[in-house]
């Protein structure tokens, strides 16, 4: 194993290049509906719609093994070769480690033409918000409206929106909102349903970056509500600069303007807000093309120095995943198990519910699953993973070596590199845990707020652990209110200047 990883070349530079989508190569089947006891899609708020898009995900994909054949068998990659289930935790996740390293000793060229034909097209599901007129995108105001784009299990932002939407209007705020997308990742949600068929066994949490820039380039004006079983995916726009698709491929990068309202891109301003993985994924995004961006949002985002790195939490995190429980008989049972744990008792009940609702699907036996598997929470970890921390757990050498945010997902130490090249004219605020409830130590936070990124703001939610949104969905947006209202104050009722900037040297 050592020597395995010896063989990595080092996950710096640029991000690998997009190139237009691939035809389906399958047909893809309804997305899963809402039970009929969930909230209707337009709850966030009176006269809101939502509508879901199937949206194409970046093309290529980073590492080989991201994709398989639709006939080739789906395959454990915590298995051994038959498909014998591993006689031990620490074995199943020393066959998962190995599979990521031996993919990632081949970045993906687009020389390759071999890998390249072999690479099926994923796609991701996105939850499109609307006002209504005249703040819709259909019918809205002369200038630039906000466009919120929200990373990582999108109807987990639901009750955030609801109270983001309840806390503007009880400050007669006029904040042109006119359109709010939050995006699922490829193997999570409704996503990794619809990409079951096609899913491989290894996952890098670098392309969560690639697949937010893939669709704000190329599909925020999408108009296909294609939630019927289609072969078919919305076009990319036609009129997008063809080095758009380069990303940071390029001699020098646009910082973009040092005036948030003048940062456009097709007529929006682009707000890029991500919690946790998310918040990783909009970094990435954000380091490779930050013109498209007219301010950042980090929920808690895993971003760790390479020196403040703890292997063995993360493992233990990443362990977590795989022993969870994945099928009950019901809903309401899965429910009860999950109220059982003083974890998710400390999430809002809203998300509770909207976890049971929407994180789960029938199956034909007449139970329920989760969405996401469990190996896939382990190499992109959902935030129930965090429930499993398994106590008192051996480390292998293996395990010592590489985690799920090491080399084996990469973007904990990657974007936080990135991170200290963000132009500081992108205006970026940090919406972080209680001090010391953080999945990451306050050294961290520190690094982030004196080095990385000096000029950005930042808030606190006393009470919240890492899970902030999930927890204290009010409070979470109570804070992002204060910061757009801030950043925008031609737009909003004006912020009460509750926002700090510069960092204390211990937080």
């Given at each position: 194993m050592d020597e395995l990883q010896k063989r990595i070349p080092p996950l710096t530079g640029p991000l690998l290049p997009l190139l237009p989508p691939k035809p389906l190569n399958r047909r893809l089947p309804r997305l899963p509906p809402r039970p009929a006891t969930s909230p209707s899609r337009s709850?966030?708020?009176?006269?809101?719609?939502?509508?879901?898009?199937?949206?194409?995900?970046?093309?290529?994909?980073?590492?080989?093994?991201?994709?398989?054949?639709?006939?080739?068998?789906t395959r454990d990659p915590t298995a051994a070769a038959g498909g014998t289930k591993p006689d031990s935790l620490n074995e199943g996740f020393d066959r998962l480690v190995r599979e990521q390293l031996e993919a990632f000793t081949h970045p993906v060229s687009l020389d390759?033409?071999?890998?390249?034909?072999?690479?099926?097209?994923?796609?991701?599901?996105?939850?499109?918000?609307?006002?209504?007129?005249?703040?819709?995108?259909?019918?809205?105001?002369?200038?630039?409206?906000?466009?919120?784009?929200?990373?990582?299990?999108?109807?987990?932002?639901?009750?955030v929106l609801q109270d983001l939407v309840a806390e503007l209007e009880r400050r007669d705020s006029t904040l042109p909102i006119e359109e709010i997308w939050a995006l699922d990742c490829t193997v999570q949600g409704d996503?990794?349903?619809?990409?079951?068929?096609?899913?491989g066994s290894t996952y890098n949490w670098a392309e969560n970056g690639r697949d937010l820039l893939n669709?704000?380039?190329?599909?925020?004006?999408?108009?296909?509500?294609?939630?019927?079983?289609?072969?078919?995916?919305?076009?990319?726009?036609?009129?997008?600069?063809?080095?758009?698709?380069?990303?940071?491929?390029?001699?020098?990068?646009d910082p973009g303007s040092a005036i948030p309202t003048e940062r456009t891109y097709r007529g929006r301003l682009i707000v890029g807000i991500g919690h946790s993985l998310g918040g990783s994924a909009t970094v990435f995004a954000a380091t490779a093309c930050p013109a498209l961006f007219s301010s950042l949002v980090l929920?808690?985002?895993v971003?760790?120095?390479?020196?403040?790195?703890?292997?063995?939490?993360?493992?233990?995190?990443?362990?977590?995943?795989?022993?969870?429980?994945?099928?009950?008989?019901?809903?309401?049972?899965?429910?009860?198990?999950?109220?059982?744990?003083?974890?998710?008792r400390a999430w809002d009940p809203r998300i509770v519910d909207g976890y049971v609702d929407l994180g789960m699907h029938e199956l034909g036996t007449g139970q329920v699953a989760l969405k996401t598997k469990p190996f896939y929470e382990a190499v992109s970890p959902s935030f129930a993973a965090l429930a499993k921390f398994p106590p008192h757990l051996e480390q292998t050498p293996a395990q010592k070596q590489i985690t799920f945010l090491g080399s084996l997902c990469d973007t904990s130490l990657r974007s936080t590199l990135r991170l200290q090249d963000l132009t500081r004219r992108l205006p970026l605020?940090?919406?972080?845990?209680?001090?010391?409830?953080?999945?990451?130590?306050?050294?961290?936070?520190?690094?982030?707020?004196?080095?990385?990124?000096?000029?950005?703001?930042?808030?606190?939610?006393?009470?919240?652990?890492?899970?902030?949104?999930?927890?204290?969905?009010?409070?979470?947006?109570h804070r992002l209110a204060e910061f757009l209202?801030?950043?925008?104050?031609?737009?909003?009722?004006?912020?009460?200047?509750?926002?700090?900037?510069?960092?204390?040297?211990?937080l």
């Open positions: 709850a966030i708020a009176p006269g809101w719609t939502c509508d879901s898009l199937v949206l194409p995900a970046a093309f290529p994909r980073m590492f080989p093994n991201n994709t398989k054949r639709p006939t080739d068998p390759d033409r071999d890998e390249l034909d072999k690479q099926e097209q994923l796609v991701i599901v996105g939850n499109r918000y609307r006002p209504p007129p005249p703040r819709s995108r259909n019918a809205a105001p002369s200038g630039p409206g906000l466009t919120l784009v929200l990373s990582h299990a999108n109807e987990v932002w639901e009750p996503a990794a349903i619809l990409n079951e068929e096609v899913i669709f704000i380039a190329y599909y925020l004006d999408a108009q296909d509500a294609n939630s019927d079983s289609s072969d078919s995916l919305p076009r990319p726009a036609p009129d997008v600069p063809p080095e758009l698709g380069l990303l940071d491929n390029v001699a020098s990068i929920v808690d985002p971003l760790s120095p390479p020196t403040m790195f703890d292997p063995r939490k993360t493992a233990l995190v990443a362990m977590g995943a795989l022993r969870r429980r994945g099928v009950w008989n019901s809903r309401k049972e899965a429910k009860e198990s999950f109220l059982a744990k003083p974890f998710f605020h940090y919406i972080f845990a209680d001090t010391g409830r953080s999945m990451l130590p306050e050294e961290a936070t520190s690094y982030l707020l004196e080095h990385a990124t000096p000029h950005a703001t930042w808030t606190r939610v006393p009470g919240a652990g890492h899970l902030v949104s999930l927890e204290k969905p009010t409070e979470t947006a209202e801030t950043t925008y104050p031609n737009g909003g009722g004006g912020g009460n200047g509750s926002l700090t900037k510069a960092a204390p040297a211990k």
